[in-house]
């Protein structure tokens, strides 16, 4: 064992088992179960029952629903604009056949969830229920899931680009000048990384078309994010920074980041992290760029900015750290 396993390989191996055990832990501890919890949800009915229907829900067993009334319907399809809300229910005053709307294009597995958990009252009541999506798919983007798609190959690239530009002359580099241009290597490849997903998913696929400058500037964020805060792990921690970079972008990230199942469908854990890291962040931004004509983007950029400036200064403050310093000998009689 010795002669074919060192003690530093053996750590690493060790290392690489722990991770891979994390990421299994992650997956399935986020999407084993999906359970909503207080799905916004606002609620136009007659005054005198509002109050009554809003109680209604909000008490329901296990708190799946955060019913918020408005005053009419209107109002109701303007908190959906402002992705303040996942949905409406709207009770008719003419007839027995009340309206939900949803919007697939926040996540299509809310909008079930939403129909799942009225249908029933409405069964109960004797009352019809019509479903309405006021942000359906777009046809190319089967539940709303290339939104996400992209986000995670924009985050993937950006790390994998870190990683790769740390082979040639090791993790850390060897001076603030070799930092700079890993930077600027960095920013050139996030500009192109930008508009080649933005071009792949809209021209070429359909996926998601008719955003090419924002995706673009918005990719470009995202990758160079990513990729600057890995080479500032690297720069500090060496070799364990790409394993720090996979356990928070891959690990913890790509579970929580509203793909397959939005925030409200995720357990408390994967629900707090996900708006906070780059896949949810990515993730929320392209949905609010392609569906809500840009709500939620800004705050998804300034975190994101966040991430690029601890990346570069990080990585500056590290180079310079480790930067050998110079011994002047006194000279020799």
Request: one cysteine or more; glycine letters at 12%.
């Amino acid at each position: 064992m010795r002669d074919g396993v060192t003690p530093r390989a053996g750590a690493l191996v060790l290392a690489v088992l722990a991770v891979q055990l994390a990421f299994i832990a992650s997956y399935i501890g986020a999407f084993h179960e999906p359970t909503p919890h207080r799905i916004p949800i606002a609620v136009a009915a007659p005054a005198q029952q509002v109050g009554e229907l809003v109680r209604q829900l909000d008490a329901l067993p296990g708190s799946p629903l955060d019913a918020r009334a408005v005053p009419d319907e209107a109002s109701a399809r303007r908190m959906i604009d402002r992705r303040e809300v996942y949905g409406a229910f709207v009770v008719s005053t003419t007839d027995a056949t009340d309206r939900l709307i949803i919007a697939s294009g926040a996540g299509a597995g809310v909008g079930q969830v939403l129909e799942q958990i009225v249908t029933p009252l409405e069964d109960a009541q004797d009352r019809a229920l019509t479903v309405e999506d006021a942000k359906p798919a777009l046809l190319g983007d089967a539940r709303g899931l290339s939104g996400f798609y992209l986000a995670l190959g924009w985050v993937v690239g950006g790390y994998l680009v870190a990683i790769a530009l740390s082979t040639s002359k090791g993790s850390r580099p060897a001076n603030p000048h070799r930092a700079v241009i890993r930077l600027l290597s960095l920013l050139v490849y996030a500009v192109l990384s930008g508009l080649g997903g933005a071009l792949v998913s809209g021209a070429i696929y359909g996926a998601i078309d008719g955003h090419l400058v924002q995706l673009t500037w918005f990719g470009a964020l995202l990758v160079l994010a990513s990729g600057a805060f890995t080479m500032a792990l690297q720069a500090a921690f060496g070799f364990v920074g790409t394993g720090l970079a996979v356990l928070l972008f891959v690990v913890l990230g790509n579970p929580s980041a509203g793909g397959a199942y939005p925030a409200p469908l995720l357990p408390p854990f994967w629900r707090a992290v996900g708006p906070w890291l780059p896949p949810g962040l990515g993730t929320e931004a392209i949905r609010g760029i392609v569906y809500f004509d840009g709500v939620g983007v800004g705050r998804s950029a300034l975190i994101l900015s966040g991430y690029c400036l601890i990346g570069v200064v990080g990585t500056l403050l590290a180079a310079t750290a480790t930067r050998p310093r110079r011994v002047i000998l006194p000279a020799t009689p």
